[in-house]
């Protein structure tokens, strides 16, 4: 089975902190995605890469940076932690053969 | 911008009562997928559906997508407590994004 590994469960942090949630994925994957998961607005794409360390903004890449520098991982950076980037966070992958997104668990991230 | 309107948001039950989600958009999309997410865990891909009036069945879950690939539905019959859970719709543009709906909560009571 596939599996999207995201390196932490929960996390607190800071406004003004950097943050760091990282995403390995481990079936040799070429795509991956950060989503951003609230109540009421479903999954929203932050940023997704299509092949090392190419990267293309999704819908709400405002605050958010990444990096792919291994096909098998893929970093969200949030440059300075604020209080509406309270979130789950979800990381995803897929192959270019199909269509089907794999899922890590989430990051359930507070900013205080 | 494309958008997926799922309904209802949130929906509590009966144990043995059957219910539908809607997932509508005013957009054509190449395909449809329903995924469940439990707490605590990422969603999970149920069913991808293609051709338009396509209908899948899987178990007591049944979806179908419209004529015109712009909608999706799907039934749950005799719901049980193990149906519990957020499904979504996710509609695929063709290209590397994957838009969703909002999600319906279900809650089923045993």
């Known amino acids: 089975d596939v599996k999207v590994t995201q390196s932490s469960r929960y996390l607190v942090k800071r406004t003004g902190e950097k943050v760091f949630l990282e995403c390995v994925q481990d079936?040799?994957?070429?795509?991956m995605f950060w989503y951003r998961q609230d109540p009421g607005l479903g999954l929203r794409l932050i940023y997704f890469?299509?092949?090392?360390?190419?990267?293309e903004k999704g819908d709400i890449p405002e605050g958010y940076s990444v990096s792919r520098e291994k096909k098998e991982r893929f970093s969200l950076i949030l440059e300075s932690a604020s209080t509406n980037q309270t979130s789950m966070y979800l990381c995803a992958s897929r192959p270019n053969s199909v269509r089907k997104l794999f899922f890590g668990s989430g990051t359930q991230l507070s900013v205080l | 911008t494309q958008l997926l309107e799922q309904s209802p948001q949130f929906l509590s039950i009966q144990e043995g009562e059957n219910l539908t989600v809607y997932c509508n958009s005013s957009?054509?999309?190449?395909?449809l997928q329903w995924y469940r997410q439990e707490p605590g865990e990422g969603p999970v891909l149920l069913v991808t559906v293609v051709t338009g009036g396509e209908v899948k069945k899987l178990k007591r879950l049944t979806f179908q997508f419209g004529d015109a690939r712009k909608d999706s539905s799907l039934h749950i019959t005799a719901a049980q407590p193990g149906d519990t859970g957020l499904y979504l719709c996710?509609?695929?543009?063709?290209?590397?994004?994957?838009?969703f709906g909002a999600g319906t909560r279900l809650f089923v009571k045993a």
């Open positions: 957009s054509v999309f190449s395909s």
């Open positions: 079936m040799d994957h070429e795509n």
């Open positions: 890469s299509y092949d090392v360390k190419m990267k």
């Open positions: 996710a509609g695929d543009t063709g290209g590397f994004k994957t838009i």
